[in-house]
Structure formats: C-alpha cells, structure tokens
C-alpha cells in the first residue's frame, strides 16, 4: 500500500489525482492540502474520516509516502522542500521551478536519499513531442513553438514548452533565427526567447494543453504537435510515477527517465 499526501487537491489536476488514488486498489489517501483548505471539503469531496486536511505547510505531520503536487509555481519548492526533509517522495506535476531551485531539490534528496520525479508534463503525448523535437532540431535549427492552454494558467510559457525549448537546444546549432535588420512594430510580436528559440504562448477558454514545434528549413517545413484534451490523460504518468517513487533515491526530472 502507498500512502499518498495531495497538495493541490482542491484544484483542477488535483481532483484527477483524487479520483486516481480512488480506483488504484494499492493507492491509500492519508492527507490533503491548499492554502483555502477546509473541513466542508471532506463531505465535498467524500474524503475518508481518516484522511487529513491541512492548509498550511507548518501544521502537516503524516506518514505518507508519496507526496504529489500539482499546486502553483509560488508554492512548489517549498513544497518539495518540506516533502524531502521529512522522507517523503515527491511527485512533482506543478510547473515553474527554476534550474536553479531544482537543483538546490536534487541535492536535498540526495542527501537525504529519498527520490523522486518533477515532469512539467505526465502526458504520452507531450514526453514523445519533446523527444522528436529534440531529434529534428539536429536536422531543422531553425524553430519556433507554440504553446495554447485554458485561460486559467496562471504561468506563460507552459512548463512543457519551456523544457522543449530545453531539449531542442541541446541539439540545435545556436544562431539568430530571422532576419538580422527585424523590428518588432508591436512590443513582444515575436513572443519569448529561450536561447535564440522563440515561444508563443496563447491562453483562451475550452482549450486544455497543446503545443506545435514548428521546425523550418529551404523550400519545407516539420510541424510537431500533441494535444492533451482532457486532464484524465496526465493519470497514467502520474500513477507510473507514484509506483515507482517510493523506490527512488534520487529526484529525476522528466517522465521519461523513470520510464
Ligand atoms: N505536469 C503535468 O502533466 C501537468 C502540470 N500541471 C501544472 O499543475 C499545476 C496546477 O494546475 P491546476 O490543477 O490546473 O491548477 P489549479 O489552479 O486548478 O489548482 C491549484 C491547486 O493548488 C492549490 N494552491 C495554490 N497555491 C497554493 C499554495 N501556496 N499552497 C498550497 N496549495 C496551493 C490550490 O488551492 P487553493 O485554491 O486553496 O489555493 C489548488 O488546490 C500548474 O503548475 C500546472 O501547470 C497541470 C496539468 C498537467
Ligand atoms: O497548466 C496546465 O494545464 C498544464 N501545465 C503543464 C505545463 O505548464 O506544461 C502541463 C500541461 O501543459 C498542462
């Protein structure tokens, strides 16, 4: 049995994840927490007497194992933080950290020797776009991605857009894309920049998260893209990761390196 804390539970992943735990016969809920947490929620949301609600980080004491995110960039390093001084294996879907935060993580866990996974997408679709971009990008260095999510994504560009760009740039010759003499006449027409590559983000209702990486070279063009268009396609990556947390002694970064 794998005893599994939700931060984040009130929110739009979160409830996947309680409906996940639900149907997983070896998952067992044993606490919960957001920042406007409250008891109503265990008639709500049919919490079990014995799970635990909390809304702040100082009040939580558990046995969990497992500790899954999918709260907000503001909230996750500390989060993680606490997860890894008390033991506890994180499983990490909430975007935002920087390298440097998740290098401070790593270390922690390390040296506390108890690991787990951060994946800024838990999606099939997204791990593989990420893959074949990063292989094109050694063929087509020329490239821009496009990134479209719900109107209520509180961070621009999307986790899984900036690690593509991550990606694509291990591979891809670093120039200027573009004409050198450009002019933007609209301030940020041109969208992000990560490392020369440009990013494009768009936020509208009845979207869910979809990425294009559009790779162009003399007389054609590669367009990748995936969409995920519904959030219940992130749970089978999650449920991967919880079975297999518990037997990590190090913090992996990337769905794809626990598979
Ligand atoms: N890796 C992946 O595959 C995916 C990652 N994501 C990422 O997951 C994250 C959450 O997304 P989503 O569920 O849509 O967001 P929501 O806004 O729907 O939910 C956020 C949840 O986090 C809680 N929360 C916010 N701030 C804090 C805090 N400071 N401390 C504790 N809890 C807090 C909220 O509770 P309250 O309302 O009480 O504040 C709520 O329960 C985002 O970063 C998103 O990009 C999303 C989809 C897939
Ligand atoms: O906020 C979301 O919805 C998503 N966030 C993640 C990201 O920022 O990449 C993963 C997916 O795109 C959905």
Redesign the pocket.
Known sequence: MIKILV??????????VLQLIDRTPEFKLVGV?????TEKDRKRLDLAEDVKIF???AQISTDADVWI????????F??VKFALEHGIHPV?????LTDAQVEVLQALATTKNVGGLI?????MS?VLLMKFAKEAAKYFPDVEIIEM??D????AP???ALNTAKQIAKNRIPHVQGASDEQETLAHVRGGDYEGIKIHSVRLPGYV?HEQVLFGGPGEALTIRQD?FD?AS?MN??QLAVKKAPTLTQLFVG?ENIL
Do not use: C, I, W
């Open positions: 931060a984040g539970y009130s929110g739009s992943m979160g409830n996947q927490f957001a920042l406007n947490a809304d702040s980080l995110d999918f709260t907000a960039p503001s909230a996750v500390e989060n990490v879907g909430t975007t935002g994946a800024s997408n838990f999606g997204a999510h719900h209520n994504k509180k961070d999307s986790g899984t998260a995920s959030r992130f990556g999650v769905l």
